[in-house]
Each structure stands twice: as C-alpha cells, then as structure tokens.
C-alpha cells in the first residue's frame, strides 16, 4: 500500500500528506454526519414532543369537563339532601306512628 502511494505521490515525504488529508477527510465526514443526525434526532423529538404536549392538553380537557361533571353531580346530590332534611324537619306527620300522603311522597323522593 505504501508503494503504491509512493508510486503515486512520488516523494517519501508527501505520504505524511496524503494520510493527513485522508484523517481529515474522514474526520470531516464523521463531524458531518454526527450533526445531520444529530439535527434529525433533535427535529423528530420535537415533533413527537409537539405530538404528546397537544394529546396531554386534550387529556387534560376532558379530566376537567368529567370533574366538573362530577362536581355537578355532588352539589346536585348535596342539595338534595339539604332540601330532603328540610322537608322531614317541617313534616307536620313526623312524630305520629302511620305515615301521611306527604310523608310517604317524601322519603320515595331518596
């Protein structure tokens, strides 16, 4: 190989050269091929980064509308407890043995 090179250069001295420009070549082509690759990895992270931020955004819109679903629910729940317990507490009949009409459409309404 190095008779070939010397064959082609013609001067001992220009080998050095040669395989300078050889290990810069490929040095070069290493450097560049590390940073496209690295550009492309960066460019897909951040489109799946993008991907994930707006399906998390959907997530977390409908966690919220069933929360407040739920929270609608215990308020519903809550009032009508209040308005059960108030209505037993103004029951005229609440202290008899039989139960009245009112009192009887009142507890059916649990």
């Known amino acids: 190989m190095i008779r070939v090179l010397l064959g082609l250069i013609g001067r001992p001295a220009m080998v050095g050269w040669a395989l300078a420009g050889v290990m810069a070549l490929v040095g070069g082509s290493y450097t560049l091929g590390r940073y496209q690759g690295t550009t492309a990895a960066n460019v897909r992270l951040a489109a799946e980064q993008a991907r994930l931020q707006v399906q998390m955004m959907r997530m977390a819109d409908i966690a919220s509308r069933k929360e407040a679903a739920r929270l ?39």
Request: hydrophobic share 45%; glycine share 6%.
């Open 72 to 110: 609608a629910a215990v308020a519903a729940a809550d009032k009508l407890s209040r308005e059960l317990e108030d209505a037993a507490h103004t029951d005229r009949n609440a202290g008899r043995i039989a139960l009245g009409a009112d009192s009887v459409r009142r507890l059916n309404r649990r």
